[in-house]
């Protein structure tokens, strides 16, 4: 049984007579109350006439669309019969990218799904640039424009692959970053990047779209799900919520690999997170041929030691055009495994052979060529790129060892690790422990949860449930912050190299030593 | 201990630290819940930014603005400090005229008073010509701002009169008829007017003061008093509110008397309401003499039967400008009881002397002569006013007479007779007894309430237990519909002599038959 956001609900209220003369609006609040658990509904006042005119209109029988909000259930919309699909859209609101589907709130059945850039990208990559930007004349308000514009083209393709009119969305759920929330809600970011680092608000209560110039229907009630601090945000809480780590007997954690690694360890009573910057080389789009898991992207890779043969797939299963997140660790494994790389993360040219160039920006190393690839252009991986990756992987290892240490949990005690993030989706957990980016543990402990950002957000739309907890969950979790941890320092030198400077912590990779 | 619609809650929040990383605005609602009975205050998306960045300004220290509404707390503002008066307006919305005042929130204190036209009166008169009105083009959207525009300048007034700004009113209670709670709100009164007499709505949900335009604070909430139908509005439910009939163990009445009669029979277990048009004549204003109660309006009248000279008194005691309904209502008894005017309201020539003059639009009594008025015309009275009132004098017996017929009360059995409206301010319910207008009954019985929709609207201000009593009566009320009633017309053609037909019914009053 679903509990969504916004609800269709059928009514047919008595036509007034001379002897039942109540107001329009108030029939409508008498026949809804039943149906809402005895719950008056309020109507907001921009939406009084409206609804009052379409009641009447349909001869007092039809549909009302109503927002089910924590204070109670808020009437917006009267349809003369209910909706053939009353439809929710679900937003991971990416720094680089967006994600969305249309779901239809009645089944949970998926109508359409689209992703696309984020605009802010022009105002800079990252996070830290656009704050800056944000500071200065009406920077906040650009940015805040195109964010509004990303989610509404979005919002267009969505409606468009789904046949529907883009008002037909009468929810949309948020699941961003808190930079990128503030940016959305047209909120003063300057404090997020300054310590101590404080949100303007970690929990915003829901809007209407049309407060916000969003180009879905103008009622649509706007659910954010709610962040715990400037560098936990709200996707964090959906992974939480898509795996429901939060509910678990036994200790597990939760890593979310984007530009940020957020790490969440604990159970059903107790939750403690941290979060550090792993750097762009995790994040598709970001490294020089990296890109968003997607149509084209080498997502696996294999190289056949003995003849160095280069093995792929590609999402799609057409022509390559660049390496996703998890395609990037599995080339990197791999070129370690076949020692065409150091421990260092360097190539060995004497082992790489005549895939290994020198362009421009350094050497390269030729995993597609060109006339073998999407676009005429070779995919290649450059040293610069690998120097990336080798930061990004020591960030991510360090952060879960002082995570884990400052808890006082071995890694051993794990019962289960959940992976997210787009760099989650496809990943070989075995290829990212080669690499010493993810602990040495059985195969077995590691969950792909794919794309948990967007799945909250869906849950969100879903169950009133998912609601309740995601608002319970902020105010549960313990916040530790790293960017200010010596430990974390000490821990992240350690780890730059393959798969660690102390490898008995790696006893099934094997160790090159002496190169 | 006053329970206001807004309040001024001091507040002293920790600041954040690096170990104390939450967001402003949930730094601050954590800090108020404790003195919100534990309830988590909402903050509307237009105030977020607005109230984070004057918490953070002020050091988080200060004062938070809360509006108190059915369903729960919403944190609009923040203040450096608690201000020295909370302000809050009290308005009656009548369809002639509007009368507020300003009232200091924490102690009660009444710290303006004031009143003004209705600028919807270059509209039209009465309330049906402007529902016609407002269906033509733009007619309704020219009404609305005719009544925010007069609402504005009163509010400039009140302000200007109690040494404030007009954005430190920060809640507005309106106490109006339907028909002017529809214009007000800017919705369709269309069919108001029309059988079965439907308002769009009764009982509509509080909206923010930004909302309608009101030049007052944009956060100030609005809070209108419920209507219970077409012709029994909000401004009943005040006098409810001001009598307290409806906690009686014995059973009252409630007569409201302006252009339309209201009348209220019940008690605390049960309440019966009738309303029909008693005309202009009892409207200050409209008759051509009339005026609103106020300076210079004579609002008592005594005639010596002997020498026929007229004493009279005028409000504030300067000269006289005109009558108001309590002075009209003395006049005509005394011209009865001295036999100027017979039992069907027509002037006797050979008994009102030289008093009485031929103007162009008929005989007109001389109450005041030109030399001794305000502005150098003479206060009269026309036979067109006489007739006028003879009317409504028949209307408002025929209605008492019909709701106690249909209720099974007899006038008898009437505890007490609350008489409200500007009429009731100053009346003396004896002359009304004289003209047949109230029935005949000891004088202890009858009550003046004053302006009663005024006092109303100002105990929404001050008290949540009046707001829930409002909402509660709206839904408590029986109301028949009296225009559609055959047997008020029959009482009505028996009234209209002076007391009545039925001689019977007055027996305290001198009858002069066979004129």
Known sequence: MLTPLVRAIAVAAPPPTIGDNTGDIDRLKKALAPKLNGSMPLVPYQRLSKVAKRFRAAGFTGAAIVNELAGGPVLVDFLPQLPPVLVGMALDLGTTHLEATLLDLTTGATLARADRENGQIRYGADILTRIHYAGKG?????????????????????ARSGG?????????????????VHFFLNINPHHLC??????????????????????????????????????FGGDLISGLLASGLDQQAETCM???????????????????????????????????????????????????????????????????????????????????????????????????????????????????????????????????????????KAAMYAILTTLANQVGVAF??????????????????????????????????YEPVGNSSLRGAQLILLESQARERSLQLAGKITYIELNVNQEFMLRFSGSRFIPHTD?????????????
């Open 138 to 158: 009406d920077g906040l308000a650009e940015l805040h424009q195109a964010i509004i514009g990303s989610v509404n083209e979005l919002a267009g393709e969505l």
């Open 164 to 180: 529907l009119a883009q008002t037909e969305i009468r929810a949309l759920s948020v699941s961003g970053n808190t930079s990128m």
């Open 194 to 231: 300054r310590e101590p680092y404080i949100p303007m608000v970690n929990a915003p209560d829901p809007c209407l779209a049309g407060e916000l110039k969003l180009a879905i229907h103008p009622a649509a009630v706007v659910w954010l799900l709610p962040s715990v601090g400037s560098y």
């Open 254 to 392: 939760l890593i979310d690999v984007g530009t940020n690694a957020e790490v969440i360890v604990g159970n059903r009573e107790w939750l403690i997170a941290c979060a550090g910057a792993a750097g762009p080389a995790l994040e598709g789009g970001v490294a020089r041929m990296g890109m968003r898991a997607g149509p084209g992207a080498i997502e696996h890779v294999q190289i056949d030691p003995v003849s160095g043969d280069i093995r792929y797939q590609t999402i799609g299963n057409g022509k390559a055009k660049g390496l996703c997140g998890s395609g990037l660790i599995d080339l990197v494994a791999e070129l370690y495994l076949t020692r065409q790389i150091d421990i260092r993360g360097k190539f060995r040219p004497q082992a790489a052979g005549e895939r290994l160039i020198e362009g421009k920006e350094g050497r390269q190393f030729v995993v597609v060529a060109g006339k073998d690839s999407a676009d005429g252009r070779p995919v290649v991986l450059g040293q610069v790129d690998l120097d990336a990756l080798m930061r990004s």
């Open 412 to 445: 051993a005690d794990l019962h289960r690790i959940y992976v997210a993030g787009a760099f989650g989706r496809h990943i070989s957990p075995r290829q990212a422990v080669v690499l010493g980016m993810l602990p040495d543990l059985p195969l077995a402990i």
């Open 503 to 515: 490898h008995a912590l790696f006893p099934s990779v094997p160790f090159f030593a002496g190169e």
